[in-house]
């Protein structure tokens, strides 16, 4: 069943007829479990897949607790309305651990499994022998080539990227990647379902971390290189850019809500695959909290401690 803002937003679109209405989301971690969130509070019917029952249900647990804290922001003076928008946008979510059949019935499927271009690939293997026809393949990658994610998958024109950001309820961004094959129906449907999904998309091609991610890591670089030849201090340095600039988080705290060995995984992967690079150099104070345990918010150390 579609919502009303997704009904109104597909008869505005050219693309009627590709219209989304079942969605796959493999993987429910920390971005599964929101895009999985946010498709089923947009009137998607959504299944989600993950390695086995007990993950799921800590997804589940987690995207119940978020969606209550959207509907209370909704609907702040009505609690029945917040508890209905609940529970509808819940009875929509299943979840499996079959990823072919799980795929069965798609329009969209969108990958969010860990960060590894082998696992990816042999996961898009088995789906595009398992999927309709129609069904369209997306990857929420943050930092691998989509072309080579896609690269054991026949259905290249029904094939891009879908970027999403952290937290996804919150975030309004949608990048929207293409490769040479995608073909011009899948970006409309992948641009009419970000829309359905209440995000703003942007375009891209299929080069290192698409647009944010392009810019983040050079920043993030010259952030910690900063912090790391005393020219400020890592506190200094986040004030000037949330003052100066009116980012919500500076450098060291965006780098550890994002997760620094998640941050050193990009790094170093770029650093080995475009050596001439200076702007992808790694930094060694990353280097070194990673190699200590201090991952950032979710190991109550990173550049900064937090309250666990
Ligand atoms: C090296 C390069 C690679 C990096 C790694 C990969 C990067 C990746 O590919 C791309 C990214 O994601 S890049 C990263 C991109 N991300 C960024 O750049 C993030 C930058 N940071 C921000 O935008 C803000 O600091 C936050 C939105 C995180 C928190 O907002 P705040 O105001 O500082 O603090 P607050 O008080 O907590 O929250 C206020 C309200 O927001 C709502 N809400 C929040 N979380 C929610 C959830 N999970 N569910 C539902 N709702 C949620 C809620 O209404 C809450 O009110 P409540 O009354 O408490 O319920
Ligand atoms: N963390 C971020 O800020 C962020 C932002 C944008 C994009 N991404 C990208 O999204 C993807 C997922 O990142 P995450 O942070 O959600 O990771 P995560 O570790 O929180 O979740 C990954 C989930 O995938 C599951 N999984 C692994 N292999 C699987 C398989 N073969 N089949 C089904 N499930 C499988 C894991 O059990 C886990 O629950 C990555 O490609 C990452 O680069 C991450």
């Known amino acids: 069943m579609l919502s009303s803002v997704a009904v109104r937003n ?10 989304i209405k079942n969605v796959t989301v493999i993987g429910s971690g920390l971005m599964g479990g929101g895009i999985a969130q946010v498709a089923a509070q947009t009137g998607h019917n959504v299944v989600m897949v993950d ?3 007990g993950v799921l ?3 589940h647990e987690r995207i119940s607790t978020s969606m209550k804290r959207v509907a209370k922001k909704k609907f702040g003076d009505s609690q029945e309305e917040a508890n209905k928008f609940v529970s509808d946008s819940l009875s929509r979510l299943t979840t499996s651990t079959d990823s072919t059949a799980s795929v069965k019935n798609a329009d969209l499927v969108v990958e969010a499994i860990v960060e590894n271009i082998d696992i990816k690939q042999k996961l898009f293997k088995q789906l595009d022998e398992a999927a309709p ?3 369209i393949f997306a990857s929420n990658t943050s930092s691998l080539s989509i072309q080579k994610i896609a690269q054991n998958a026949k259905r290249k024109d029904r094939f891009g990227g879908l970027h999403f950001f952290n937290p996804v309820p919150v975030m309004k961004l949608l990048e929207v990647i293409r490769i040479p094959e995608t073909s011009q129906a899948t970006i409309d449907s992948m641009l009419a379902w970000g829309k359905a999904m209440g995000k703003v998309t942007v375009q891209c091609k299929d080069t290192p971390g698409f647009i944010v991610n392009r810019l983040l890591v050079p920043y993030y670089g010259e952030a910690y290189r900063m912090y790391e030849r005393g020219d400020a201090t890592t506190r200094d340095i986040d004030t000037a ?6 980012y919500p988080m500076g450098p060291f705290e ?4 994002t997760g620094l060995d998640t941050n050193l995984f990009v790094i170093e992967g770029w650093a080995k695959e475009y050596p001439d690079e200076p702007l992808f150099k790694v930094s060694e104070s990353l280097r070194k909290l990673v190699s200590e345990g201090k991952l950032g918010v979710k190991t109550g150390e990173g550049f900064y ?4």
């Open 10 to 19: 597909f008869s505005n679109s050219a693309v009627m007829a590709n219209a």
């Open 51 to 53: 390695v086995d029952d």
């Open 57 to 59: 249900s800590k997804a």
């Open 133 to 135: 026809e129609h069904t």
């Open 241 to 246: 850019m949330k003052l100066g600039t009116g």
């Open 254 to 257: 965006l780098s550890d809500y």
């Open 305 to 308: 401690k937090y309250n666990k």
